[in-house]
């Protein structure tokens, strides 16, 4: 179908390793979230892009996690020099345009294991 | 203190059975609410936003009281397929991020 699409679905990697997971939106939704969820517990954010500006990054744990959608539709999250708590799913939402109210559709996420 | 608390569960209830769950929220500034239904090993899917005045959708009910800052589902004549975990989400005042609770696990049984 038409929605939001991550990979890899999962990821395993050393800790130390750089990893770099993606998100492609639904065509033509202008804001796009990045979201980590750990076992056991709800979504928590990292980080919005409202096209291609990254206007809040506030939810980032650390400096070894960025993110960038540089046209404005596809984003990658990467992780630098991975620890074992990083271990988690990623989920990439997208929403039609600018607004609380609009509703986010989630991709299926990127489960990461750092062993 | 989390922004979102819910009750973790499990709830564990028969097919037909009326089930609520509550969720309380710290910021009084925020704008919008929702519940969201999580499959295992799925991605979060609306279920319905909530409103004040208080919502309905089939046998789903949501509701809003800004004065205690609490949020409520109530799930009517359960179905085996109600089982998964419900997220409470609110979004701040000035922001289009989503904040979750931890979610609440219904399990409903034959």
């Known amino acids: 179908g038409a929605g939001v699409s991550q990979s890899p679905r999962y990821k395993v990697a050393k800790r130390g390793q750089d990893v770099a997971l993606r998100c492609d939106p639904i065509s033509g939704h202008v804001s796009l979230f990045w979201y980590q969820q750990a076992l056991g517990q709800g979504p928590e954010f990292l980080t919005y892009?409202?096209?291609?500006?990254?206007?809040?990054k506030s939810g980032l744990p650390s400096d070894r996690f960025f993110a960038e959608r540089p046209e404005g539709s596809v984003s990658t999250l990467k992780i630098q020099r991975t620890q074992q708590e990083d271990s988690a799913v990623y989920l990439c939402?997208?929403?039609?345009?600018?607004?609380?109210?609009?509703?986010?559709?989630f991709g299926d996420g990127t489960r990461l294991s750092i062993l | 203190r989390k922004e979102v608390e819910q009750d973790p569960g499990p709830f564990n209830v028969p097919e037909g059975a009326t089930v609520a769950f509550n969720c309380t929220y710290s910021n009084s500034a925020s704008q919008s609410f929702f519940w969201y239904r999580q499959d295992c090993r799925k991605e979060p899917k609306l279920l319905m936003s909530v409103y004040s005045s208080g919502n309905e959708d089939g046998r789903f009910t949501a509701q809003l009281n800004r004065a205690s800052q609490y949020i409520s589902l109530l799930i009517r004549d359960s179905k085996l397929s109600d089982s998964a975990t419900y997220l409470c989400?609110?979004?701040?005042?000035?922001?289009?991020?989503?904040?979750f609770g931890t979610g609440t696990r219904l399990q409903v049984f034959p």
């Open positions: 939402a997208s929403s039609l345009s600018q607004g609380a109210g609009q509703p986010q559709h």
């Open positions: 989400v609110v979004t701040p005042h000035n922001t289009d991020k989503l904040i």
């Open positions: 892009f409202q096209n291609e500006a990254q206007l809040d």
